[in-house]
């Protein structure tokens, strides 16, 4: 029996009717997959990335990692405006030297920072090491310099504390002072120190003491300890804390007045080796610490002279390279009698202006170039200029000059403007002076009494006076300072030199009168 034929015709179906195939496009099809194998693959990267992140907070509750912070306004202030501008927005926890030759202004600059923080009251313990045992400095000069630096409430007899014959404490010391310069025995005492602090940490937008977890520190600590903090946190007693200043702040002067113990047994010649091995072994032994603790140290340290060097700067600091390493920042302080802005008149390298304070008696200057090497913390090769105020109209030497110290610093933030006979202020809203002023005016809006001070800015046309001090510390805390820095360099870089202003500076040198000279 024959087969019957298949029909190799094709049977044609209407789209719209009831046996049409319900198949999709075969592009749709290719397209619906790709998105689903997507989909999928996203799935098991977000469960791969969550168990790796989850693997990684578990490793760091077990080895106890923890982050920390360095905001500016957790910093604390060099006591100078525009040396704070040159850092960055002042000094961060960690190591950090001022280095320079003979005759700088480093101790000074020291000085002021110690002063500094001993005027904020949220900061721990101050201390001055005094390696060279200078005897805590000139007490004259160091009251004056805490004066300038505005710690008026603080006499120089006091700083350190009193204590009676049988050595009970009668005033407690707001610097403690200590001048032992045996290597060694610093580093150990400052590694002690840390040990026994709390870390401070920054977690949760909140800052926290955190002490190691112990019954007998627990006891102590009591009700004060956050239960909720220590059971989510990566190990610890948590204690909340107001802010991050740090616990402690150490003036070391100077670096090379450390000697090594070794010195006394070692072959002499080897000096500078043994010298080096200290500071490298000591280092390691504080700086891991530092940033969780909240400790600032700055070093001074001097420059030492290679005339073998062939190349590049012959000068370097003391110590080895582990200083260099080890440090946070590196700040070079540099005498000079030429290049400072505004063309001051200089015989000898001192200049020599009318007195703001003393009628018809003249205060004597020299000028410091501050340069900064090396800052983790902040952008680096910052440059500006400290007017050292070597005396007084009445013969006192009084620190580095605030009045200079805010012209540098609304210069280089590009609040004021002009030539040094005729400065323009500019602090933006109401606050731009319809009328220019010489240096010496300048100069008596930082220092004259409250009643010229009040006098000189209605002549200016500002609404009410303004503490020009003050508000740059403000800005400098807030951040403000560092965007109106970056702003007027900017623009100073793309309007290039201005020949105008050169030409007006030679114009008007010679019209200065000796008050502003």
């Known amino acids: ?9 094709v049977e044609l179906v209407n789209e719209g009717s009831e046996d049409a195939p319900r198949k999709a496009p075969a592009v749709r099809t290719s397209k619906t997959r790709a998105i689903a194998l997507a989909k999928t693959e996203n799935k098991i990267e977000n469960m791969v990335r969550s168990m790796f992140t989850n693997s990684l907070k578990e490793v760091e509750r077990i080895v106890k990692l923890t982050d920390s912070s360095s905001v500016i306004a957790d910093r604390v202030s060099t006591g100078s405006a525009c040396l704070d501008l040159t850092l960055g927005g002042g000094l961060a926890p960690g190591f950090h030297q001022y280095s320079g030759e003979e005759a700088s202004g480093k101790t000074t600059g020291g000085l002021m920072f110690l002063a500094s923080a001993i005027r904020d009251t949220e900061i721990g313990s101050t201390v001055f090491f005094d390696a060279e045992n200078s005897g805590g400095a000139d007490p004259d000069y160091l009251e004056s310099v805490l004066r300038t630096s505005g710690a008026t409430d603080v006499k120089a007899s006091e700083v350190f504390g009193v204590k009676d014959s049988k050595g009970v404490t009668l005033v407690e010391p707001r610097i403690y002072y200590r001048d032992d310069n045996e290597g060694e025995k ?23 003491y955190v002490y190691e977890n112990t019954q007998k520190i627990k006891a102590a600590l009591g009700d004060a300890v956050n239960v909720p903090m220590t059971r989510s946190a990566n190990g610890g007693l948590y204690v909340p804390a107001e802010h991050g200043k740090p616990q402690l702040v150490v003036l070391l002067d100077s670096l090379p007045a450390l000697l090594p113990e070794a010195a006394d047994e070692d ?5 500078i080796a043994i010298m080096a091995r200290m500071f490298s072994t000591g280092m390691r032994a504080i700086k891991g610490r530092m940033r969780r603790k909240r400790v600032i140290l700055v070093g001074v340290n001097q420059l030492s002279t290679n005339p073998m060097q062939m190349y590049g700067p012959k000068d ?10 080890y440090s946070d920042s590196r700040t070079r302080f540099k005498a000079r009698s030429s290049g400072m802005p505004y063309n001051p008149t200089l015989e000898g390298g001192i200049q020599r202006e009318a007195s703001a304070e003393f009628d018809g008696r003249k205060d004597t200057y020299r ?14 090769y910052r440059e500006t200029w400290l007017r050292l105020w070597a005396e007084d109209g009445v013969g006192k030497a009084r620190g580095y000059d605030p009045a200079w110290d805010v012209l540098q610093y609304l210069t280089q933030t590009g609040q004021v403007s002009g030539v040094r006979a005729n400065l323009k202020i500019n602090l933006g809203g109401d606050y731009v ?13 930082v220092l ?13 046309g500002f609404p009410k006076p303004v503490d020009l001090r003050t508000m740059a510390f403000r800005q400098l805390a807030s951040g403000k300072a560092e965007d109106l820095y970056l702003q007027h360099a ?18 008007v040198g010679k019209e200065c009168s000796s008050a502003c000279r």
Not at 316 to 325: H, I, P, T, V
Not at 451 to 457: A, K, L, Q, V
Request: charged share 35%; no cysteine; aromatic share 10%.
């Open 1 to 9: 029996m024959a087969r019957p034929k298949r029909s190799t015709s």
């Open 186 to 208: 610093f580093f150990a005492w400052l590694a002690a120190i840390q040990r026994r602090m709390p870390d401070k940490r920054y977690v949760g937008g909140n800052w926290w």
């Open 267 to 271: 072959d002499p010649s080897k000096g």
């Open 316 to 325: 370097s600091e003391k110590g080895g390279n582990a200083l260099k390493y």
């Open 367 to 380: 000028y410091i170039h501050v340069r900064n090497n090396k800052n983790k913390l902040g952008k680096p």
């Open 433 to 445: 002076a319809k009328r220019g002023l010489n240096i010496a005016d300048f100069k008596a809006l």
């Open 448 to 460: 004259a009494d409250k009643t010229t001070r009040i006098e000189m800015f209605a002549k200016l």
């Open 490 to 507: 900017y623009a100073k870089k793309g309007k290039g030199d201005d020949d105008e202003d050169r030409s007006e500076e030679r114009r």
